[in-house]
């Protein structure tokens, strides 16, 4: 299946040169663009893409607004593609429901793969991120647990484990020696019933918790 991408970010420059790499892509297609939030929410409503690769800083309705409100709607996933790696940014994005988070210095061939992953269901990190969550949860008071974690199967369970570990459906499915539709079915189930947006606010929480 083709992967339909809208490209949101309000440097014209910078968007050229996304689309470039995301359409000269295998299996890719740069459905539209947009150079602000509103403009975003628009294109994804109009076009139904698999993925927003967004912007953080736009005028008007900025890309974590956006993104709160695709997510919210169920659209689309969303990787967020921003220079800048602050803290604020990263837990404003993941909080909105971001199935990744990447820098605008990641390079083609891993900015390819970053949304094919997003498209796959997967969620993903800027590894200069992953490390300051870790550091951040670490020295962190203990969580509370989510008011959902006591509705999870046994299944339901092993599955959150292996997402606060990292790994992806295939890794999850071989560790649980079932299918990966299975695995996405358990994780969906998850998502639900601990009223989150997507698998890296899972992880989060599994890796919170220990």
């Known amino acids: 299946m083709t992967i339909r991408v809208v490209v949101a970010d309000d440097h014209g420059a910078v968007r050229t040169g996304i689309v470039m790499i995301l359409s000269g892509a295998d299996g890719i297609e740069v459905v539209g663009e947009a150079a602000d939030g509103a403009a975003a929410i628009r294109q994804a409503r109009a076009l139904a893409p698999d993925v927003v690769l967004m912007d953080v800083r736009m ?98 369970r092993d599955v959150l484990g292996c997402l606060g570990e990292g790994l992806s459906n295939a890794e999850i499915a071989a560790r649980l020696f079932i299918g990966e539709t299975t695995v996405k079915t358990h994780v969906s189930r998850v998502l639900t019933k601990l009223g989150l947006h997507s698998r890296v606010q899972a992880a989060l929480i599994a890796a919170e918790l220990g």
């Open 59 to 156: 005028p008007g309705i900025d890309g974590i607004s956006a993104t709160r409100t695709l997510v919210a709607e169920g659209r689309c996933d969303v990787l967020v593609l921003t220079a800048f790696d602050l803290d604020e940014y990263v837990y404003a994005a993941l909080r909105a429901g971001a199935a990744g988070f990447m820098l605008k210095s990641v390079d083609s061939a891993r900015l390819v793969e970053s949304v094919r992953v997003v498209a796959d269901g997967e969620g993903i990190l800027a590894p200069q991120v992953t490390r300051r969550l870790i550091a951040a949860f670490a020295a962190s008071a203990p969580p509370e647990r989510p008011a959902g974690l006591d509705q999870l199967t046994d299944r339901e």
